[in-house]
Structure formats: C-alpha cells, structure tokens
T-cell receptor, first 111, second 113 residues
Framework: GQNIDQPTEMTATEGAIVQINCTYQTSGFNGLFWYQQHAGEAPTFLSY????GLEEKGRFSSFLSRSKGYSYLLLKELQMKDSASYLCAVTPGGATNKLIFGTGTLLAVQP | DAGVTQSPTHLIKTRGQHVTLRCSPI?????VSWYQQVLGQGPQFIFQ???????GRGNFPDRFSARQFPNYSSELNVNALLLGDSALYLC????????????FGPGTRLTVT
C-alpha cells in the first residue's frame, strides 16, 4: 500500500523556526517533494530530495532519510506569508512521475 | 512564458450531470497529469497522459475519463456527477513522462449540488 503521514496542523510564531515531519511507506521510491499551497490556490514546488541528506534553499531546507522513510521541511525566520498548507509527496517511480500526496500540514504563523 | 492554464475557474453542476474540464500545459511540455483535491486533503492522482496516450490511472471509477490532443492540451470528463465529486481539480504538466519537475495549474473548483 501507499501511505504518507504528516501532522494535520501546526502553529508557530513569526521569526521562529518550524519543522514539519513526514513519514512514508510506498511500493517504490524515486524522490520526495514538498509543496506549499495557499488556500484555494495550486501547489507550488518547494523542494525535491532523492538522496539522503539535507537540501537547503534560502529559508527552506528539506531532509531525507530513505532507510527510515522519513523527511522533514524546515522553515526558518518565519513570516506571516508562510501561513499555508505544506504537502509532502512521493513519486514511486517507474514509467511515470505521478505523485502520492499526504493530507498536508496546515501551518498558522502568529505575530 | 505562460504557465499551466485551466478552464473554467469555477463550475457548479447538479448531480447526474456531465462536466468537461480543460488544461493547457506549458509550451514544450508533453505530459499532463490530473489530480483531484477534496477540501482538507492532499491531491489524488487521476490520470497521466503523454504523447496523447494514457500512461497512468489512479483509483477512480470509470465515470472519469480524459484525453490529450495533438497540441498536448487535455480534457478531463466526469459523467453522472455525485456530490462527492465536489473538489479542486488540478492539472500538472511536465516536459516528459518521468521528469521530476512538474508545474501545477490554478485548478478548477467544481461544486456538485
């Protein structure tokens, strides 16, 4: 089966750091994605990990451990505009790039 | 460059009706995928098309169908609409079938009453 778990909601304070965890169990693995989605809008790409380790891109970092089926998204220097849903997704690979999404983590950034 | 475009933006239909949603991929992209996102959930994969052929299908009933045209645009058709079909329908395009970079359109919000 395919299963991706992430917390439903999180709250953090402006200027702080927040870590959003994701665990996955899929029949194949060819990469893990993090997307940001504001209410009523399309998901926008944040990061892609296919090898173990940390990928850093500005205020956003993403970590992957394939042996543990675990990833996290780290957001630093939180801003109010970071309030959104954060979606963890896995591409099982094979002949397509279809994505299997988790339910998303709704992050609320408070002043 | 224009991104992925979808039409219409919003749509209200009645149970039992049929609906057609449209998607135009980014220029040069030959693969289009469709996803359904019910409120409060992550997107669920419906179909992937590449070079006008179906290359992947998710766990959706036969009421859902799609096609891709020679210009790589795509249509998603849903017959005999149910209340549970109310969702945001997202289209994503990529250059090739297995390219990891894919770009989402703004979606079509379908409400079934």
């Amino acid at each position: 089966g395919q299963n991706i778990d992430q917390p439903t909601e999180m709250t953090a304070t402006e200027g702080a750091i927040v870590q959003i965890n994701c665990t996955y169990q899929t029949s194949g693995f060819n990469g893990l994605f993090w997307y940001q989605q504001h209410a009523g809008e399309a998901p926008t790409f944040l990061s892609y990990n296919v090898l173990d380790g940390l990928e850093e891109k500005g205020r956003f970092s993403s970590f992957l451990s394939r042996s543990k089926g675990y990833s996290y998204l780290l957001l630093k220097e939180l801003q109010m505009k970071d309030s959104a849903s954060y979606l963890c997704a896995v591409t099982p690979g094979g002949a397509t790039n279809k994505l299997i999404f988790g339910t998303g983590t709704l992050l609320a950034v408070q002043p | 460059d224009a991104g992925v475009t979808q039409s219409p933006t919003h749509l209200i239909k009645t149970r039992g009706q049929h609906v057609t949603l449209r998607c135009s991929p980014i220029s040069g992209h030959k693969s289009v995928s469709w996803y359904q996102q019910v409120l409060g959930q992550g997107p669920q994969f419906i179909f992937q098309y590449y070079e006008k052929e179906e290359r992947g299908r998710g766990n959706f009933p036969d009421r859902f169908s799609a096609r891709q045209f020679p210009n790589y645009s795509s249509e998603l058709n849903v017959n005999a609409l149910l209340l549970g079909d109310s969702a945001l329908y997202l289209c994503a395009s990529s250059v090739r079938l297995a390219t990891y970079e894919q770009y989402f359109g703004p979606g079509t919000r379908l409400t079934v009453t």
